[in-house]
């Protein structure tokens, strides 16, 4: 049998925060979860279909309009 991961958690090493991902059924839209360091959630936004990767970078980004 085929074991398929539909979360994934990253930890950012600089800020201690955790990002959980929720691919939910791989047909819909999934999550991307922020939490702090001890484990309060910060934030949520939908993603696009089974959000597998996160990318990190020290600059300062814009805001999407």
């Given at each position: 049998a085929i074991r398929?991961?539909?979360q994934?958690c990253?930890?950012d090493?600089?800020t201690?925060?955790f990002?959980?991902?929720?691919?939910?059924d791989?047909?819909?839209?999934?999550t991307?979860y922020c939490f702090?360091?001890?484990g309060?959630?910060k934030?949520?936004v939908?993603?696009?279909?089974?959000?597998?990767?996160?990318a990190f970078?020290?600059?300062?980004?814009?805001?999407?309009?």
């Amino acid at each position: 049998a085929i074991r398929r991961q539909r979360q994934m958690c990253i930890r950012d090493r600089e800020t201690g925060e955790f990002f959980v991902t929720d691919a939910k059924d791989y047909v819909t839209p999934g999550t991307l979860y922020c939490f702090s360091r001890d484990g309060k959630k910060k934030w949520s936004v939908i993603t696009g279909d089974i959000p597998a990767h996160i990318a990190f970078t020290d600059k300062k980004l814009k805001e999407i309009q």
